[in-house]
């Protein structure tokens, strides 16, 4: 099936016909086809970063941006400094809304971005994993890729480069691990199992999230957030008694990686509370995968082995790999990646992070449903009401999170 939409076609072959005198080693790869089945392979992961993350996102103090038709933001910077992950209302105050057709246009503009690189990142990432099977590898490359995009928003200065002190650093690393193995436990379940399939587990990061403060905060959900909890694991589990694709490995994958998430969420509030001095959503994204990177690249290297040597790419060509498909799809996801990242707290600021998070439960709505037609991935009946049954959980829990509990009377 091919789509129209893409500058590059995504049904370019990422394989050709093998040459009939290959030489060296013949590593197993497999041919790219729209099928949402996967490579096998073996590797001994710690962990996976969201991409979700796509829907994640970290609160901040506010501070001023404007939208000039690019995902860079301008230099304005705030004084006061909170880290914190923006998974709920708790994590920030209410930001103006904004008003006007102007600005509901832009707005929608802006959600129609988010969107759609959300649908490139995951249908090209898909793509490579499935015919370059090493999931570690793939996703330093995509670190590696944001880091150099951060490099040179700050040279440009279109972003002010924070100055980060050891204290900083300090509370910051923490993240920065968690940030580093939900990526990677997320391109491991990518690589294993169905799109669709990776984005309906993570619709359960809602439980962890209450499950995580409750124990490390203290904080007692109430009876409405708890409520909508049971539509969230039931869809769940009824979309993976009946998901084609299931696999193990893909979903205990894609479960780790709503853990380390949601830990570092739960963590980030729990550490972030002194008045220092500020580290935005752009920045603290900004350092966070630079991070990562620094921490993912030699395991990467020690895990699967140097990937992208010239050696080894002209002996995965002698084997029928396409490898201009490759890096130029490789590329692609690592911008879409960082793309995301930057529309998504672009938005974060023009709205609420509960208006935020809604927006966040129908991107994943659209992700699953584009997956499905790209990939022509087979569900069932029984599949699919699982699916909507845990979307439809994950949207009552925004809400529900909108309820304050009422005080007790004295």
């Not at 980060?164 to 650093?169: D, E, F, N, S």
């Not at 399939?197 to 203290?218: N, Q």
């Not at 620094?294 to 396409?322: D, H, M, R």
Request: with cysteine; aromatic share 12%.
């Amino acid at each position: 099936m091919q789509s129209t939409l893409f500058s590059l076609s995504l049904s370019t072959p990422f394989v050709k016909p093998p040459n009939p005198n290959p030489k060296g080693p013949k590593p197993k790869l497999s041919h790219l086809s729209h099928s949402s089945s996967s490579t096998q392979f073996n590797l001994n992961s710690t962990h996976g970063l969201s991409q979700q993350s796509p829907v994640y996102a970290f609160s901040s103090s506010c501070f001023n941006m404007r939208v000039c038709g690019s995902f860079f933001v301008s230099n304005q910077r705030n004084n006061s400094f909170k880290v914190r992950a923006a998974s709920g209302p708790e994590n920030m105050g209410d930001t103006v809304k904004p008003s006007g057709v102007i600005k509901t246009l832009q707005l929608g503009f802006m959600f129609g971005i988010w969107y759609i690189l959300n649908i490139y990142f995951n249908i090209y990432n898909k793509q490579v994993l499935k015919v370059y099977p090493f999931p570690a590898t793939v996703t330093a490359f995509q670190f590696g890729f944001v880091s150099l995009m951060v490099a040179l928003m700050w040279a440009s200065n279109s972003y002010i480069r924070p100055k980060i002190t050891p204290q900083q650093l300090a509370a910051i690393f923490p993240l920065a691990v968690a940030h580093t193995l939900g990526n990677l436990l997320t391109n491991i379940s990518l690589g294993k199992v169905a799109v669709s399939f990776t984005h309906t587990i993570k619709a359960m990061e809602p439980l962890f999230t209450v499950v995580l403060s409750a124990l490390i905060l203290a904080e007692r959900p109430t009876l409405w957030v708890v409520s909508s909890l049971v539509p969230i694991v039931g869809g769940v589990a009824l979309a993976s008694f009946t998901e084609v694709s299931f696999n193990w490995t893909g979903f205990y994958s894609a479960m780790a990686s709503n853990l380390t998430n949601q830990s570092r969420n739960v963590y980030s509030k729990k550490l972030m509370v002194k008045k220092e001095e500020s580290l935005d959503n752009i920045n603290l994204f900004s350092v966070l995968t630079i991070i990562s990177f620094i921490l993912l690249a030699p395991v990467a290297i020690f895990l699967e082995g140097a990937k992208f040597t010239p050696s080894y790419l002209q002996s995965a060509a002698n084997q029928g790999l396409n490898v201009r498909e490759l890096c130029v799809r490789s590329l692609l996801a690592g911008f879409c990646f960082y793309g995301y990242q930057q529309v998504s707290y672009i938005i974060l600021d023009m709205l609420s992070p509960i208006t935020h998070a809604v927006g966040n439960c129908v991107k994943r709505v659209v992700v699953i449903l584009s997956s499905i037609i790209f990939f022509q991935t087979p569900v069932s009946p029984i599949n699919s009401l699982g699916t909507a049954l845990a979307l439809a959980g994950v949207f009552l829990y925004s809400r529900a999170k909108r309820i304050k509990p009422k005080p007790k009377a004295a």
